[in-house]
């Protein structure tokens, strides 16, 4: 199972069983994987009668292999499209022309459990469980964010002090008596880890501070787009289980619609979208060019895109053996794995341990 | 039935509490898994090949999904399966749908067969005295399993690797 990304103009429609994406032709040796954007047309995509002229091509989806979609370009729908994703249980997500998660297409739920909503309602209103809950977010997040740093700190970095002030963080988390606290803390953790990204990343990459809507520099524009990729793989992940997307723990369920995809991408974000970007830029994979600068603004253009999602969808596919399972997993699995771990907790079957990585 | 407190499991109950009382509790209260197993697959193939000419899926009070009745001299309930390798699971699955037909919808004398059409044999079941009562004490304890508040800690047994909720136990 995989995720499909579209971040070309086009349409989506229905023939029986199979869903087909209609879309302008690619010029020769493009990828097939993924469809680069054809960003001069701002008016909707209607394409029916079009598709049928040389310039357009049908593309069939292998369906039965798509976990989930993720909408970069304009793209129209039709609601035998709809039907069809509802059919095969595959939610749609939609970003905006910026990168940003706009909404998802969440298809019909099918896994309802009114005893175990009732248990994650009840571990949101008891402040103390909802705590206990809250710091292992922060635990998890921070200890594969040390996992990461630690590895550029034997690769000869100069980061040691800004280590040891994490550690020293992490330590507090135990302390932390309300939500507020530990946010602070979190958001504390996060500052000092991103402290040492020019230490680790090339100048021409300086990252300076976090900056969002909109990243004002490369390495911003590559976070803010792996987050919300990040994002968008939890609410798949949550939508095929009964935990209900809206009781978060962390972040407060009012903050946005999935908050609890919030509070368990922070756990994953250094794993898929950190390491991802520590590779495309390492190795040189990316460069200026694959950034589209204004004032103001950066963000990633096509062949950036492209790039990036090639890179953040091997790294989902890559496998590694489950220490509790003894079983081949891949690191998409995991993210589900998680929601299974919170599942287990609120039904009382066995306390959750927030995934750190093990390798 | 004053013997059950009017609590009837689903056949699937039935089986459930013949293989996995963790798989059991789950179940009753809707933790249930997308399976895209293969074998799942496999399975849903041959019932819908298989005995084209029949009249498959009876639903019985959304508890007993019968996948073919014939009626001859007695009505005889058949049940198609695929392996082997849980037949004491499936003898008393099919004992419960006699059983039920007997008592709940009154309807007497019923025969079973299990059909494992992949191994091309048959496999009568009937019901005797002695499983008559069997039954009963049956549904009382899957009524106390699925009605105890706390999920049955999973017990790592050989149906495990192949089962739905693997992930959801051992991890």
Same mark, same amino acid.
């Given at each position: ?359 | ?44 193939? %041959? ?12 639903? %019985?009070?959304?508890?007993?999904a019968l996948d073919f009745v014939k009626k001859g001299d007695t009505l005889v309930i058949h049940e198609v399966k695929k392996e082997y390798n849980l037949v004491d699971v499936h003898r008393l699955q099919l004992m419960y749908y006699l059983w039920y037909f007997h008592h709940i919808l009154e309807i007497w004398p019923v025969e079973g067969i299990i059909n494992y059409p992949t191994h ?24 106390? %399993? ?26």
């Amino acid at each position: 199972m995989r995720n499909f990304y579209l971040i070309k103009n086009g349409e989506l429609i229905r023939k029986h069983d199979t869903l087909y994406f209609i879309a302008k032709k690619e010029p020769a040796n493009s990828n097939e994987d993924f469809i680069l954007e054809d960003d001069t047309i701002e008016s909707f995509c209607e394409l029916d009668d079009e598709s049928t002229k040389p310039e357009y091509e049908k593309k069939a989806l292998p369906i039965e292999q798509i976990d989930a979609i993720f909408l970069y370009g304009r793209i129209s729908l039709t609601s035998g499209a709809i039907g069809l994703l509802a059919k095969k249980q595959i939610p749609t997500h939609i970003f905006s022309y910026y990168g940003q998660y706009l909404s998802t297409i969440y298809p019909k739920e099918t896994l309802l459990s009114g005893d175990l909503h009732v248990k994650q309602a009840l571990h949101y209103a008891n402040s103390n469980e909802r705590l206990y809950l809250a710091k292992l977010f922060v635990k998890g997040s921070a200890a594969n964010i040390l996992t990461n740093i630690r590895y550029y700190e034997r690769q000869g970095r100069e980061i040691s002090p800004i280590l040891s002030s994490i550690k020293e963080r992490i330590d507090e988390i135990e302390h932390m008596s309300s939500i507020n606290e530990l946010m602070a803390l979190e958001g504390n953790i996060r500052l000092l880890y991103y402290s040492t990204f020019d230490a680790i990343m090339p100048s021409e990459f300086s990252f300076k501070e976090r900056t969002r809507r909109p990243p004002q520099n490369p390495m911003n524009a590559m976070i803010s787009f792996g987050n919300s990729l990040v994002y968008g793989e939890i609410i798949t992940a949550l939508y095929h289980t009964q935990l209900d997307p809206t009781i978060s723990f962390l972040h407060e369920p009012s903050e946005r619609r999935f908050s609890l995809a919030l509070d368990i991408a922070e756990i994953f974000k250094p794993l898929i979208v950190d390491r991802s970007i520590f590779k495309l830029v390492n190795k040189k994979m990316i460069s200026a060019d694959d950034f589209n600068q204004n004032i103001g603004s950066c963000l990633l253009n096509e062949n950036g895109r492209r790039l990036f999602l090639e890179e953040y969808e091997s790294r989902l596919q890559t496998t590694i053996k489950h220490r509790s399972l003894h079983r081949k997993v891949s690191y998409k699995r995991l993210m589900y794995l998680e929601c299974i771990k919170i599942v287990k907790h609120l039904l009382g079957l066995k306390k959750y341990e927030p995934f750190e990585i093990w390798w | 039935m004053d013997l059950v407190n009017g609590y009837l499991p689903s056949g699937t109950e039935i089986q459930y509490y013949a293989i996995c009382h963790t798989k059991l509790w789950l179940f009753a209260h809707y933790i249930r898994m997308e399976d895209n197993s293969d074998d799942v697959i496999i399975g849903r193939i %041959i019932h819908e090949d298989s005995y084209k000419r029949e009249q498959k899926e009876i639903i %019985i009070h959304d508890k007993i999904a019968l996948d073919f009745v014939k009626k001859g001299d007695t009505l005889v309930i058949h049940e198609v399966k695929k392996e082997y390798n849980l037949v004491d699971v499936h003898r008393l699955q099919l004992m419960y749908y006699l059983w039920y037909f007997h008592h709940i919808l009154e309807i007497w004398p019923v025969e079973g067969i299990i059909n494992y059409p992949t191994h091309k044999t048959q496999e009568k079941v009937m019901l005797n005295d002695q499983d008559e009562m069997l039954i009963p004490e049956i549904i009382l304890k899957i009524e106390k %399993i699925v009605h105890q508040s706390s999920v049955p800690i999973p017990k790592k047994i050989r149906p495990c690797s192949k089962c739905a909720y693997f992930e959801f136990c051992w991890v």
